[in-house]
């Protein structure tokens, strides 16, 4: 069983920069593709990026591409999501999740966190 808490969203003004964490709970972190989605209300869960089991591979939304970035640190049970330049756009409830696999369909994943609230304003 993988628990997640994300952290780190906040109110920011359209150009900044932010980093979002996500901490996972046990000895099995490394166990996992890790991803990070976002929705917004009325919305459906948007893929943003994800990340291989040893984070030898990540791949990311293509409108995000160059602009978002994920990582990982397993030694810590800890997966990042930096956001550069971020747009208005950009505001929604960011969620973590934990599958077997990266993929972009959010149905892939097993397990999630709550979410954290990113705010852009212009």
């Known amino acids: 069983q993988v628990q997640l808490v994300e952290s780190g969203g906040g109110l920011v003004q359209a150009g900044d920069s932010l980093r979002l964490s996500c901490a996972a709970s046990?000895?099995?972190?490394?166990?996992?593709?890790m991803a990070w989605f976002r929705q917004t209300p009325g919305r459906e869960r948007e893929f943003v990026a994800a990340?291989?089991?040893?984070?030898?591979?990540?791949n990311s939304a293509d409108s995000l591409k160059g602009r978002f970035t994920i990582s990982r640190d397993n030694a810590n049970n800890t997966v990042y999501l930096q956001m550069n330049s971020l747009k208005p756009e950009d505001t929604a409830v960011y969620y973590c999740?934990?599958?077997?696999?990266?993929?972009?369909?959010?149905?892939?994943?097993?397990?999630w966190g709550q979410g954290t609230q990113v705010t852009v304003s212009s």
């Open positions: 046990g000895r099995f972190f490394s166990g996992y593709a």
């Open positions: 990340i291989t089991r040893y984070g030898a591979h990540t």
């Open positions: 999740a934990a599958g077997p696999l990266t993929s972009p369909n959010s149905r892939s994943y097993s397990y």
